[in-house]
């Protein structure tokens, strides 16, 4: 009974989503919902966007295992990521009126810099839309006690995604995650309580969790460990900031406030909200020890679904998998749309420069459709990777190449096209280094490319300046002959 009433969230899902497309007209529209969004949605679109298949599945299986310092990547990252964003990006950029963030290296740095990151935001998409269908695959294999095997639920839950995603863009996207994101919260909330009880009450939870130590946050008292906690911190935090799904949020606002204002909000609430799955898996080791030890020994992305499966009644069920689903397809719909419509003003334009704003759109929605074919099938050959892993390694990219260009760029002056160019093949060419070199087992290597990536940035920039300025001949101070 529980797996059609899925396939009918899904069918309504996809109608609210096909009926918001009819307010698509030109690109705007479907890359930026032609910037008409109020701040409740830029709420709800940015957490919806956070809130994927990793913060209920992957954070507590994390969690569980090694404590919150396990997830200080995300939740913790990527929440201070929309803040940061709110703070010190977005107004700065709402007022530039670009289409997307890879715009703005166009207008900073020239074409090659523009190509360049175009192509670092569009990869790190990858592993992150692949989490989600990875999810996806997951729940219509539980769902249908294995009738339906994990790359067929894959391509079911792609086509779902696709079938609004292709047609509505951002405004589809932005009315879904609205929907989505009321069913989240109050399916999840109830959810909490009714695990609560049947653990024998909140307290008992919490005290549970304290007494195995999974509210330790910082790392041990030493060099490598603090490094690499450092480095985990920062992975989302920052390398989060370069992309095409944050910077759509933010320009399709409909004011500066809303703007700077919603990835604040969006964030704060994504990080305190992000600690109910993680109540959720601690109250399945009391509820059942025995088998969440085995299933953490196994698949620990299985023990919320088993304990919902198994331990509650139907219409917690019910509420579980909704709320499970407008997390996935909230945040997959909107990682499909970024790197799409990056590609198409960034990369396809350069070679039709010429071409009209019809067929600019047509092309956007070709580049998903071949773009859900690409995630479909790197998913599929990835099975088995952890949820969690795939996300977080999907955001060293941006962080080593395209972070500092921005930030520089926007907050420093003397930030020149050479200094981008020797940040983005420094950082890029450090991080994997280390990664291929064991060097990278005692210092991380995406800090590794963030430093040298800001160091090719200051001495790319700089050095030129400063060796024009040595050669340019000093004239003789006039000397009075009286």
């Given amino acids: 009974m529980l797996l059609p009433l899925v396939i009918a969230y899904l069918l309504v899902t996809i109608s609210i989503g096909l009926y918001a497309a009819k307010r698509v007209k030109n690109t705007t529209d479907f890359a930026l919902a032609g910037r008409h969004l109020p701040l409740y949605m830029i709420v709800t679109t940015t957490f919806a966007t956070w809130f994927g298949s990793e913060t209920v599945l992957g954070i507590p299986a994390m969690f569980i295992e090694g404590g919150l310092r396990e997830v200080v990547e995300d939740p913790f990252g990527a929440g201070v990521c929309l803040i940061l964003v709110g703070l010190f990006f977005a107004g700065k950029l709402y007022r530039m009126t670009l289409l997307t963030i890879s715009d703005y290296y166009r207008e900073r740095f020239g074409r090659g810099i523009e190509i360049a990151c175009s192509i670092i935001i569009m990869i790190s998409y990858l592993g992150w839309v692949s989490a989600q269908v990875t999810a996806l695959g997951l729940i219509f294999h539980l769902l249908s006690e294995g009738a339906v095997s994990i790359p067929l639920g894959m391509c079911i839950g792609v ?7 292709l047609f509505g863009g951002m405004w589809s996207v932005a009315v879904t995650d609205f929907i989505q994101m009321i069913i989240l919260v109050l399916g999840l909330t109830a959810i909490a309580l009714f695990a609560g009880n049947m653990a024998g009450g909140a307290d008992k939870v919490i005290d549970f969790a304290m007494s195995r130590e999974l509210f330790n946050f910082w790392p041990e008292p030493n060099l490598t460990e603090m490094l690499f906690f450092f480095a985990a911190a920062i992975t989302m935090m920052l390398g989060s900031i370069p992309q095409q799904d944050v910077f759509q949020r933010v320009m399709s606002a409909n004011s500066v406030k809303s703007a700077t204002r919603g990835p604040v909000i969006g964030g704060l609430a994504y990080i305190l909200f992000a600690f109910v799955p993680m109540f959720l898996v601690a109250s399945a080791l009391l509820i059942m020890p025995e088998q969440t030890a085995a299933l953490l020994a196994e698949d620990p992305q299985k023990v919320l679904p088993t304990l919902v499966l198994e331990k509650m009644p139907f219409i ?138 800001f160091s090719g940035m200051f001495a790319g920039s ?21």
């Fill in 316 to 453: 917690m069920q019910v509420l579980f998998f909704g709320a499970l689903l407008s997390a996935i397809m909230s945040t997959a719909s909107a990682t499909l749309l970024a790197p799409s419509v990056t590609f198409t003003e960034n990369i396809w334009r350069q070679f039709r420069p010429a071409g009209s704003d019809q067929s600019n759109l047509l092309t956007m929605r070709i580049t998903v459709l071949l773009f859900a074919t690409a995630v479909l099938t790197y998913a599929i050959k990835m099975q088995g990777t952890s949820i969690y892993e795939l996300v977080s390694g999907a955001y060293q990219v941006p962080l080593v190449g395209a972070f500092v260009p921005l930030v520089c760029g926007l907050y420093w002056q003397r930030a020149t096209t050479q200094g981008a160019v020797a940040s983005v093949a420094l950082g890029i060419a450090f991080w994997l280094l280390f990664l291929a070199m064991p060097w990278g087992e005692v210092f991380p290597a995406q800090l590794a490319g963030l430093l040298a990536s």
């Fill in 462 to 482: 700089l050095l030129p300046q400063w060796i024009a300025n040595s050669r340019t001949p000093h004239r003789p101070l006039a000397t009075d002959s009286r």
């Fill in 159 to 165: 086509i779902s995604i696709l079938a609004y995603t």
